[in-house]
């Protein structure tokens, strides 16, 4: 079975202008649409709200996820989509989201980022919302076209979400992205396209990263990858597609170096860039250090403690600098 995706790298309006990326976001669904896509996903808090204002003041008839759900099931495609929400009581706290709107126009999964960025980041991000409350609970959503796991932006560069997704059974790993609205020293879009290939290789999935375009000239990191490589990318604003070879990864997760994979290839077809049933070799014995409590480990949950946590969070920033090579407690 092959399915047929699509990514949105969109130019993506900030601040007091981002309800203007629901209208721009109902047009891409249609192109997706049009080009045969059964899933489009778009890039992380878009369309929102996420930087703006956390309502539309009346310049939109619903919520943007709503409008998204209207549209998709007058269309009949899943959607992947983000916004900002208010946690709780606690002034000034929010949730990260990432949802699956399914071709009914339903909510069908609805993630909330479990390793946010830290809050100084946020704030230039999100326009002043700073303090994201972490989720606590992986996403996975069965569906007709494959298992579809939610992950946002950086949590990428995090081996053990992706690997939790693929044990729980993930074909596909959509991880949106957000993009920085901000000039900052890091230039990131090789090595993201190397970490989306990186976790599609050693988990036998598909991976799926985009991201808000906000600054003229400056690349975009979109990418579908696969275990055996990139199957499409794109530096500029606009739609990515391509088509995603379930019966390819099955072969790769059923099979070892056994007879058929040693015999020379007929074709190159019938050879393969990723290594056979490497989702397979594992020896979860030997990594109980992956669950011991680190020293320097940033703290999500700073927002919980006693006091004057607004300002108390920026303990978490130096202790990197006291403790540069992570150590186990």
């Not at 946002?152 to 997704?165: A, K």
């Not at 993201?192 to 906000?214: D, P």
């Not at 690349?219 to 391509?242: K, Q, S």
Request: glycine letters at 8%; aromatic letters at 8%.
């Amino acid at each position: 079975m092959k399915v047929r995706v699509a990514l949105a790298q969109t130019n993506t309006l900030h601040g007091t202008r981002e309800y203007d990326n629901t209208l721009r976001a109902l047009e891409l669904m249609e192109e997706a649409q049009r080009a045969g896509a059964k899933l489009l996903c778009f890039p992380e808090g878009y369309p929102g709200p996420y930087s703006g204002p956390m309502d539309s003041g009346g310049r939109l008839p619903k919520h943007p996820m709503e409008m998204l759900a209207d549209k998709a099931r007058k269309l009949g495609i899943y959607v992947v989509a983000g916004c900002v929400e208010p946690y709780g009581d606690e002034p000034d706290t929010y949730r990260l989201s990432e949802k699956l709107i399914s071709p009914s126009g339903e909510i069908i999964g609805n993630y909330y980022r479990m390793q946010p960025n830290h809050p100084l980041f946020n704030s230039v991000l999100m326009d002043g919302k700073m303090h994201i409350v972490p989720g606590e609970e992986f996403v996975l959503v069965p569906t007709p076209i494959g298992n579809i796991g939610l992950l946002i932006c950086s949590e990428l560069f995090v081996p053990e979400l992706s690997r939790v997704l693929m044990l729980r059974g993930a074909d596909i790993i959509v991880a949106g992205s957000g993009g920085n609205p901000s000039k900052s020293r890091t230039r990131l879009t090789d090595t993201w396209r190397a970490m989306a290939w990186a976790r599609a290789a050693e988990n036998h999935v598909y991976v799926l990263v985009t991201q808000n375009m906000y600054q003229e000239g400056k690349r975009g990191r979109a990418c579908i990858a696969g275990p055996e490589g990139l199957l499409a990318h794109r530096d500029d604003a606009g739609l990515v597609v391509a088509d995603l070879d379930m019966d390819r990864l099955a072969f790769l997760r059923s099979h070892f170096y056994d007879e058929e994979v040693l015999r020379a290839p007929a074709s190159p077809e019938e050879a393969y860039g990723a290594r056979p049933g490497q989702t397979h070799d594992r020896r979860p014995e030997m990594y109980q250090d992956l669950v011991r409590p680190q020293l320097d480990a940033f703290d999500y949950h700073y927002m919980f403690r006693q006091g004057d946590w607004r300002e108390d969070f920026k303990k978490e920033y130096t202790k990197i600098q006291d403790i540069p090579h992570p150590r186990l407690a």
